[in-house]
């Protein structure tokens, strides 16, 4: 069955770094890959959109990779701050009009 | 700023009422979503919406589901005999030409079922 897998563990990161989040999918060939933001108790925001032919695209300090031969995206936040804390949620469609599968999310929290 | 108005944004229900959870999307969009998220789970597909009917449905919505655009603003998600297993948050979402463009979320609703 499809699976989405993303970091297990919650990121701690100090403030200024680049964050790297990883998203491993199977069982599936999706066309699009997004990035979602999640804070406690909110709707998902969506940042990011990255087509299958696409391998990276960047929107001021993001920047997301979506490799189909690994089966992997990479969510960069570079000159992290701690207003960038927050749970990051991988999504991958078939199609555009396709549901959303949604990974369990990575938790990052950036210390000032 | 457009938004996704989702209300009420908390509900208590007694098991086997009826719950009816509303959406106003964006007024532009095309295309409607209900999702629910269990609190520390991830978010789960419930229903798309598009041109007055549903176009995909996962196994999670069963015959108690049902969703409804009653008017041209509303997109409403209707829950007919709550279980206790369907405590969560629900989330609604729309966007303009399907989710492979961008997708905005609604607050959620916290359902909550005694």
């Known amino acids: 069955s499809q699976k989405i897998e993303q970091n297990s563990e919650a990121l701690n990161i100090q403030e200024g770094k680049t964050a790297t989040l990883t998203c491993n999918y199977t069982n599936y060939s999706p066309a699009y890959l997004q990035w979602y933001r999640q804070d406690p108790g909110r709707g998902p925001v969506f940042l990011l959109l990255i087509r299958e032919n696409e391998k990276e695209k960047r929107k001021e300090r993001l920047k997301v990779t979506f490799d189909t031969t690994l089966k992997q995206s990479l969510f960069h936040i570079t000159a992290s701050q701690p207003a960038d804390s927050a749970t990051y949620l991988c999504a991958l469609l078939k199609t555009s009009y396709d549901k959303v599968i949604f990974g369990p999310g990575t938790s990052l929290s950036v210390i000032p | 700023e457009p938004e996704v108005t989702q209300t009420p944004s908390h509900q208590v229900t007694q098991m086997g009422q009826e719950v009816i959870l509303r959406c106003v999307p964006i007024?532009?969009?095309?295309?409607f979503y209900w999702y629910r998220q269990i609190l520390g789970q991830k978010v789960e597909f419930l229903v798309s919406f598009y041109n007055n009917e549903i176009s995909e449905k996962s196994e999670i919505f069963d015959d108690q589901f049902s969703v409804e655009r009653p008017d041209g603003s509303n997109f409403t998600l209707k829950i007919r005999s709550t279980k206790l297993e369907d405590s969560a948050m629900y989330f609604c979402a729309s966007s303009r030409s399907g989710l492979g463009a961008e997708a905005f979320f609604g607050q959620g609703t916290r359902l909550t079922v005694v």
């Open positions: 007024s532009n969009h095309l295309y």
